[in-house]
Every structure is written in C-alpha cells, then in structure tokens.
C-alpha cells in the first residue's frame, strides 16, 4: 500500500507533463512529416502499461488520435489558403516536395476511384499520407469532405501504433526497454514499405 502511494505522485505528474506532450508531438508531427509520431505513441503506449490507471490506454489512444486529427485538418485548411492564394503558400510547395510524381499520380487515381476510404489507409501507409492530401487539395476537396476521413483515419492510426507499443511494452519488464523495443518495432514498419520498393525494382 505505501509502495503504490509513493508511486502516485509520479504517474500524476507523467500524465501532466506526458499527455499535453504527447498532443503536442502528434501535432507538429502532422504538420511536419518529419517528426516520428508513430514513435511517439508507441512510446507514451509502454509508459500507460506500467501506470496504475486502468484509463491509461484510452487516454493515450484519445489524445494521439485527436492531435492526428486536428494536425491533419490544420494542415489541410493551410494547403486550401495556398491553392486558393494567387502566389502560392510555401506549405503548398512543401507538401509538394514531400510527394513524388508518380506516387502523386497514383494518389489522384486511387482517390478517384475510392474517395474517402484512402484516407484511412493513406495514415496507415507510411509516407502515404502526403500524397493523399496533396491530391486531395488539387482536387479541390472541401475541407468538410476531407475531415470524414481524416477522423476515421486518425482512430485507425493512433490504434496501430498503440497496439505496437503494447506489443513491445509486454515483452519487457522494465518500461525503458519497452520503450527501445517499440521505437525499434516503429522504425521497422516505416522503413519496410519503401525497402520492398527498392527490392522489387
């Protein structure tokens, strides 16, 4: 009983540094591809199951898809401005930088003939998700059409990497290996896609 009191103070204040963090993260990593919030989340996943809350989970599962969520939205409301803009926007060119002709291409199709389902899947897919968007603004999607499904898609995301933090938070005792072991796990998932790529060709 003393044991778990001591241990009382800490989880309060992981949750109160931890989750607006975590919110945080998820965020700027919306808005700038090159923040590994897969990571992320898979992380805050290893430290919810050594906490003693039974609602550990759901929070982080809750905050992650939310920040996914209102990241996506606000970087799409900024691509819009930019298509809309008669210079341009800079978020406009970045996000085309990020995109490759071809996958751009491959985008507008799969969009056309699935609409809001590939959104889902396109959060799933790692780097999959700005090619999506970007097809989405030369689409001329409004941004009422793209949120019904950036929402499913940010539920999907966050659950996957949850699960894989779960995953390699069980496999360890101690929560910094757990931590290691789903950021590696992580990793693995993004870099495989595009290794396959290269072995096929």
Not at 124 to 144: E, K, N, Q, S, T
């Amino acid at each position: 009983m003393i044991g778990e009191l001591a241990r009382l103070p800490a989880e309060s204040t992981q949750q109160a540094v931890g989750y607006p963090s975590l919110f945080l993260l998820v965020v700027l990593g919306s808005l700038v591809p090159v923040v590994p919030t897969g990571a992320v989340v898979s992380s805050a996943a290893v430290v919810a199951i050594h906490q003693s809350s039974p609602l550990s989970l759901l929070f982080v599962f809750g905050v992650a898809a939310l920040a996914a969520f209102l990241g996506d939205l606000a970087l799409y409301w900024l691509g819009r401005r930019g298509v809309r803009s008669k210079n341009g926007s800079r978020w406009l060119t970045r996000i085309r930088d990020h995109a490759a002709p071809d996958r751009l291409d491959q985008a507008t199709a799969r969009l056309g003939e699935h609409g809001v389902a590939v959104l889902v899947l396109s959060r799933l897919v790692p780097a999959g998700r700005i090619p999506i968007m970007l097809a989405c603004l030369l689409g001329r999607w409004p941004l009422r059409r793209f949120a019904r499904g950036a929402g499913p898609a940010a539920l999907a995301w966050a659950g996957t990497y949850e699960l894989i933090g779960l995953f390699g938070g069980s496999l360890f005792r101690e929560p910094w290996e757990g931590v290691v072991a789903a950021v590696l796990l992580t990793v693995a998932v993004s870099v495989a896609p595009g290794v396959w790529r290269r072995v096929r060709r």
